[in-house]
């Protein structure tokens, strides 16, 4: 049997579906750029890719070298191509203006370039997040700076999510918006192979993700929520609940994609200011369509997070995802 490769498989939603041509060349193009991410990242130490810059990003946190690199990966494969308008990081303070001497395109793309930093020192799964949107009319092709409103539409305009998890196997996980794929690097072949046709996110599931250190900082429906998964068999849920917390949300997500679970980062009283941790147009956004396309939910405690519309590039919200029952149920929590 032969196999499919995500170019074959782009071809064949471009005869099927209708892909545009440059939208097909650009995932090819992020395609390409993870598997030269995950080449750096499987270097480690023998790298020197490792350790902290003394820099830190727009939200104050401080960049790892890997974030750094695989920022500029991303920038340096995407920005010639003539198929974006713009590109907005996790790691840049401000939108990315498409060189003067490149052509420029009609899509946005907006990335997380190395998800899970924290856990890069010590050898544990990352991953790279990425939503592809439309560049509006009226803001294409023009001669000026592309500002930052360009880029701020709901999630239900993404017209392309995905991640790469750079863990015992490298894989792309994608959507077009008619299901999730997900392709596994073999590396000999230097391409990325179909390998999970139908990922389907269980509807009820046993298994939870939280960050239970920040518990004494929850709001009250998450209180309860949580309390019910821990009472287990003789609480209101009337079963035990496992629960994992991996702190690299592309591998906590690809696990729920792969057995079901419900993953949350709920705003907390930690800081006013920060109503949760995730950010919308780079975590929340791409994720939540890859998990809805994969017959989950995601909300943010009160509406779904694709619906949400956005203020900023930067903007934080709190995240719900996973298995249907249990999000309807925390979202019941918070409207009660
Ligand atoms: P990033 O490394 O891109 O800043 O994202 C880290 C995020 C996410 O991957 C994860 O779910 C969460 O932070 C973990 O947060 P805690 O360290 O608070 O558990
Ligand atoms: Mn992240
Ligand atoms: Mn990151």
Redesign the pocket.
Known sequence: MSRVTLSRYLIEQTRSHNTPADLRFLIEVVARACKAISHQVSKGALGGVLGSLDSENVQGEVQKKLDVISNEILLEANEWGGHLAGMAS?EMDNAYQIPGKYPKGAYLLVF?PL??SSNIDVNVSVGT?FSVLRCPDEQQGETGDLGEDAFLQPGTEQVCAGYAIYGPQTMLMLTLGNGVKGFTLDRELGSFVLTHDTIKVPESTKEFAINMSNQRHWEAPVQRYVGELLAGESGPLGRNYNMRWIAS?VADVHRILTRGGVFMYPRDGRDPAMPGK??LMY?ANPMAMIIEQAGGAATDGSQRILDIQPTSLHQRVPVFLGSKEEVLRITAYHRS
């Open positions: 996790e997380d998800d899970g997040i949300m995730l950010r975590e």
